[in-house]
């Protein structure tokens, strides 16, 4: 009888052990399925989730602003991947006393800032247009509403043309279905891909595709560059991400991509996202070697971040032991404007 109670208590204990320990389903909102952020879930995913006990679904979106509110409303979601310049409107309205951006955004938290996402702004081949600063009345596709790619478009436009992109030419497909209706009925004059090289949609296209595109190219000397760059940054694509289309470098403009989480404060989830801050940084290599190019460009330093935003603290002081790093740290109704159409904020 005493050995059979003592089986019995080693039985409780082991199961006991093992559901204390038992993967964590969790979920990161990325953007399109052939877009850099869902290939940098997949590399957290598989190098990064498993030594954390976390079984991480990678899910596709429509982006970035879509990404804020799966965060804050959408179960199981724990991770997002979002563009800077998205994140920072939510923080600047929120200081205009916009409540639902104040909702949205106030309990978000960053775990680490990632890499510049570059915008490749494409023309067909024959196109007149040649630099950004040619894009003043033509028809324009920046990507799905809640995308990175159309909140850049449209905040991009305003910025060099001191004026909205005229609703006519603004249109909303996903990048397959831009692509080819640019270079078929023509109905659109360039479509907008926000991807950090190389994006997959445009390595993936034949040798063939050089009669049918080109990139349109930034020029930080020109007058209208001057109010985008307080924002956004020059890039160089390399003809080495996109082998079978350029034959030559070029400058495009880039925007900054964030790791993000949400104040959580339930022992349980704040133990597995620090478990998760501890395999970042113990596999950080292997997703150098292994993950998606862009990594390369990460590092785990956590800079100081822009007013308004805030490291999550235990992934903070997890990432900083790990690499010995120290510290830091009601209106009158007015008409709504793309951009807030794009976040949400508006219909």
């Known amino acids: 009888m005493m050995r059979m109670l003592i089986r019995c208590l080693a039985l409780a204990m082991w199961l006991a052990g093992s559901y204390a320990y038992a993967a964590a389903a969790f979920k990161i909102v990325t953007a399109d399925q052939r877009g850099t952020y869902f290939a940098i879930g997949n590399d957290l995913a598989k190098l990064v989730a498993p030594s954390a006990d976390i079984d991480l679904e990678v899910v596709a979106t429509d982006g970035s602003a879509a990404n804020i509110r799966l965060l804050r409303e959408a179960p199981g979601v724990k991770f997002a991947i979002v563009q800077a310049d998205v994140y920072q409107a939510f923080v600047d309205r929120g200081a205009q006393k916009n409540r639902e951006a104040m909702r949205v955004i106030a309990p978000l938290r960053v775990i680490l800032p990632l890499y510049n996402t570059e915008i490749h702004y494409i023309a067909r081949a024959d196109s007149e247009l040649n630099y950004l600063h040619d894009l003043k009345n033509a028809r324009i596709n920046g990507g799905l509403v809640g995308s990175g790619a159309a909140f850049i478009t449209h905040t991009l436009y305003r910025m060099m043309f001191k004026t909205p992109m005229p609703e006519q030419n603004a249109s909303f497909l996903p990048n397959d279905q831009a692509l080819v209706k640019l270079i078929t009925d023509k109905s659109i004059d360039v479509a907008v891909v926000a991807a950090g090289q190389p994006a997959p949609i445009i390595a993936n296209m034949k040798p063939e595709a050089q009669k049918f595109i080109k990139f349109l190219k930034f020029d930080p000397s020109h007058p209208t560059s001057k109010q985008p760059l307080s ?41 597995y996202l620090v478990r998760f801050a501890r395999s970042l940084c113990q596999n950080f290599s292997a997703l150098q070697a292994k993950g998606h190019p862009k990594w390369r460009e990460v590092s785990l330093a956590l800079p100081a971040l822009n007013k308004g935003w805030t490291y999550y603290p235990p992934t903070t002081r997890e990432l900083r032991q790990c690499t010995g790093g120290g510290a830091t740290s009601p209106s009158t109704p007015r008409a709504c404007t793309s951009e807030e159409r794009i976040l949400g904020f508006c219909k």
């Open 231 to 271: 924002i956004y940054v020059p890039s160089v694509v390399r003809a080495s991400s996109y082998p079978n289309i350029l034959t030559e470098d070029f400058t495009t403009i880039a925007v900054g991509a964030f790791l993000v989480t949400y104040d959580y404060n339930l022992q349980t989830t704040v133990d």
